[in-house]
């Protein structure tokens, strides 16, 4: 003898019968996102930057200027030499000058002109010196600059005894500068500090560049 099934409980299996009916039908996908290749436009504000991570290495086409906006300070370890390349202006000509006041009476040669059309940008410069006093302190690299004549030191970080018969001193020092002299001008070294008693001789290097001035 069969039990007759309940209203509601034959509603639920028609139910159940009629959603398998359709997801089975041939028609019948799910959702799927948009097509390949679909173009994406990404704001990119600078208060909320977006993270970009590159699987290759990037090249940049130098040819033309690549303007970049840095939102914080760069510092640049510069332990390492960096090299130097001037845009817009003549290329720098090496230039190295040896000036010196002899112990002799040959003629002293402390001076040197800038040639007419270039400005000496000195560099560095080493000096050396003896006298028999122990009183003096440096040379001095007097350059003009706009009509204006400054000295610019060169102390003596090394005096030694020479332990010559009598008195006698040797001194040598150096130092990285930046200083610069106007066309036509003359660059001109002597002693920085209390002249010597006895007759002192000097002799100095300066190493920079010359360029092209208008």
């Known amino acids: 003898m069969c039990t007759p099934l309940a209203p509601a409980r034959i509603f639920i299996?028609?139910?159940?019968?009629?959603?398998?009916?359709?997801?089975?039908?041939?028609?019948?996908?799910?959702?799927?996102?948009?097509?390949?290749?679909?173009s994406v436009r990404v704001v990119n504000a600078p208060t909320a930057p977006v993270p970009v991570v590159l699987g290759a290495p990037v090249v940049i086409d130098g040819s033309a200027p690549v303007p970049v906006s840095l939102g914080t300070p760069v510092t640049i370890d510069t332990s390492v030499p960096l090299p130097v390349s001037v845009v817009g202006d003549s290329a720098p000509q090496p230039?190295?000058?040896v000036l010196f006041?002899?112990?002799?009476?040959?003629?002293?040669?402390?001076?040197?002109?800038?040639?007419?059309?270039?400005?000496?940008?000195?560099?560095?410069?080493?000096?050396?010196?003896?006298?028999?006093?122990?009183?003096?302190?440096?040379?001095a690299v007097r350059t003009r600059v706009n009509g204006a004549e400054t000295p610019h030191s060169c102390p003596f970080d090394v005096r030694v005894n020479v332990g010559r018969p009598g008195p006698g001193m040797a001194y040598r020092g150096a130092r990285l500068m930046r200083v610069y002299a106007d066309p036509g001008t003359d660059v001109v070294v002597g002693f920085d500090g209390i002249p010597a008693a006895s007759f002192p001789f000097f002799s100095a290097v300066l190493s920079g560049h010359l360029v092209d001035v208008p």
Request: hydrophobic share 40%; glycine share 12%.
């Open 13 to 38: 299996t028609g139910l159940s019968l009629i959603a398998a009916g359709v997801l089975a039908a041939p028609g019948a996908r799910a959702q799927s996102g948009p097509p390949a290749g679909l």
């Open 95 to 97: 230039i190295q000058i």
């Open 101 to 139: 006041q002899p112990t002799s009476n040959l003629p002293d040669n402390n001076r040197f002109r800038v040639p007419t059309g270039k400005r000496l940008v000195i560099e560095y410069a080493s000096c050396s010196a003896g006298d028999a006093d122990d009183v003096l302190l440096g040379l």
